[in-house]
């Protein structure tokens, strides 16, 4: 198949487009290669996609959030279907920016939407995020929960994608699946992730900040269980048979949880880090911080039933092949 990857140049885009590579696809990679974070790490994963995929993968370096640019962009480029994980991330930085987050997650979704509609693809895959639940309190959360009462702007928006999502499967019947992602971690993840700054921090022995007085629990799901559900829900459109889908639907939309089905002690993730590292932190335990929450948990049935999707890494396992990774790209021995 012909592919286009947004978010080329982040964690969950660039390992979704390497798998697809590796699978013997063609893939379009997009990416704005903004600056949120070391801007060097977005080079080196696309540096690494061109170099596995060769005349198989092309780059092109645009803002999806500026139509017309976007629109120029893909012109010379053919594909069947999408996979839209870009996006401005982050539940903290949405506090402070929160225009970042109305033009990439918003009018960027609309525009991948547009993008879809008139290229007629067979099938729109899309990130969505475990922080819709908002305060829920009872675990794990379902796709059936209310999801109507977030507590931070990146959780709107994401919940706004999915509204978006649902109109233009009823109005242009556009097959479109949209996956609640439960804290990914993993090989090439993300700096401004909590397993990044712990290890760093750690290695250079300063101390981290724990919050909630370590008082939190999180559904952390490996990156190459992502992975393998994102390619299962890209070569699965919904049908468009008027059935109700995952999330609700009756039009050809589903939307499920994608995380590991275990929600661990925060404590437990900085005590196999510490192993990992061959040293102990220094904890600064802290308040919670506004838009957070203490806990989640992925209820994967749907996903389960009608995909296959079983996660296999646990953390004991995944954690170290983080350190590991992270002491190889820095170089640390």
Known sequence: MDILVTGAAGFIGMSVARALLARGDRVVGIDSLNDYYPVALKRDRVALLAREGGDRFAFEQVDFAEDAALDAALA????????????QAGVRYSIDNPRAYVRANLSGHLNL???????????????????????????????????????????????????????????????QTGLRFFTVYGPWGRPDMAMWIFT????EGRPIRVFNHGEMRR??????????????????PPADDGAEKAGGSVSPHAVYNIGNHRSERLGDMIDLIEAACGREAVR????????????TYADITAIQRD??????????????????????????G
């Open 113 to 175: 939407l547009e993008v879809a509609r008139h290229h007629r693809s067979g099938h729109l895959v899309y990130a969505s995020s475990s922080s819709v639940y908002g305060g829920n309190t009872e675990m794990p959360f379902r796709v059936e929960d209310r999801v109507d009462r977030p507590i931070s702007l990146y959780a709107a928006t994401k919940k706004a994608d999915e509204l978006m999502s649902e109109t233009y499967a009823h109005l242009y019947r556009l097959p």
């Open 200 to 203: 760093q921090a750690i290695l």
């Open 284 to 295: 600064d335990y802290q308040p919670m911080q506004p838009g957070d929450v203490p806990a």
């Open 219 to 236: 559904d952390f799901t490996y990156i190459d269980d992502i992975v393998a559900g994102v390619i299962a829900c890209l070569d699965h």
């Open 307 to 332: 995909l296959g999707f079983e996660p296999t890494t646990t953390i004991d396992v995944g954690v170290p092949r983080f350190v590991e990774w992270y002491r190889d790209y820095h170089r640390l």
């Open 76 to 87: 010379p480029h053919a594909f069947d279907r999408i996979v839209h994980l870009g996006a």
